[in-house]
């Protein structure tokens, strides 16, 4: 099991840029794959970005797709999206979250993250 704890949020202006962070607790963070996600009000949980165990594949979103970079120190336990360009449709809770290895389902979730894009 691993439990994880987003931060970097706040308030930005519209076309400025924020990096979240994501610490992992456990010896086996470098074996899972990680994820990305955002909740907007009133919307659903929504994919962001996903990078490999290696840090070698990642895949984005075709929102943020070109804007946000996903990646990983293994060595320091740490997932990383870096945002730029931020616009008002990027606010939400940002999630980070783990991927089981038995399941290969995101089962492991970190608290959240506020970002908010002002215009």
């Known amino acids: 099991q691993v439990q994880l704890v987003e931060s970097g949020g706040g308030l930005v202006q519209a076309g400025g840029s924020l990096r979240l962070s994501c610490t992992a607790s456990?010896?086996?963070?470098?074996?899972?794959?990680m994820g990305w996600f955002r909740q907007a009000p009133g919307k659903e949980r929504e994919f962001v970005a996903t990078?490999?165990?290696?840090?070698?594949?990642?895949y984005y979103a075709d929102s943020v797709k070109g804007r946000f970079t996903i990646s990983r120190d293994n060595a320091k336990n740490t997932v990383y999206l870096q945002m730029n360009s931020l616009k008002s449709e990027d606010t939400a809770v940002y999630y980070c979250?783990?991927?089981?290895?038995?399941?290969?389902?995101?089962?492991?979730w970190g608290q959240g993250t506020q970002v908010t894009v002002s215009s």
């Open positions: 979250a783990a991927r089981n290895i038995v399941t290969s389902q995101y089962d492991y």
């Open positions: 456990g010896r086996t963070f470098s074996s899972y794959r």
């Open positions: 990078i490999s165990w290696s840090g070698g594949s990642t």
